[in-house]
Nanobody, 115 residues
Framework: QAQLVESGGGLVQPGGSLRLSCVAS????????MGWYRQAAGGQRELVAV??????DYADSVKDRFTVSRDNARNTVYLQMNSLKPEDTAIYYC??????????WGQGTPVTVSS
């Protein structure tokens, strides 16, 4: 089992920046993938950015604005979000998968982009 705890969400004006953090703990198998999904009100959960080994996948809507990174020594994954738009408003969920093919989710952190 792994526990994921997110932080860093909040209210920001359009064009602003936020950095989300997610710390993983309790996993014994090692995490082969970590990243972020989001779910807007009334919408489905969608991939934002996920790192799987040497590969990183980004949603087209966030490419060139968002950057995902990982600190293995701290079991932490980050999402740097720049040039935020109102359509980025959503609950952002940390995601991880271990080498036993088990998936884990954080509780979610809200991001609101509004003037």
């Amino acid at each position: 089992q792994a526990q994921l705890v997110e932080s860093g969400g909040g209210l920001v004006q359009p064009g602003g920046s936020l950095r989300l953090s997610c710390v993983a703990s309790g996993n014994r198998l090692g995490l082969k993938a970590m990243g972020w999904y989001r779910q807007a009100a009334g919408g489905q959960r969608e991939l934002v950015a996920v790192m799987r080994g040497p590969n990183t996948d980004y949603a087209d809507s966030v490419k060139d604005r968002f950057t995902v990174s990982r600190d293995n020594a701290r079991n932490t994954v980050y999402l740097q979000m720049n040039s935020l738009k109102p359509e980025d408003t959503a609950i952002y969920y940390c995601y991880a998968m271990d080498y036993g093919q088990n998936s884990y989710w954080g509780q979610g952190t809200p991001v609101t982009v509004s003037s």
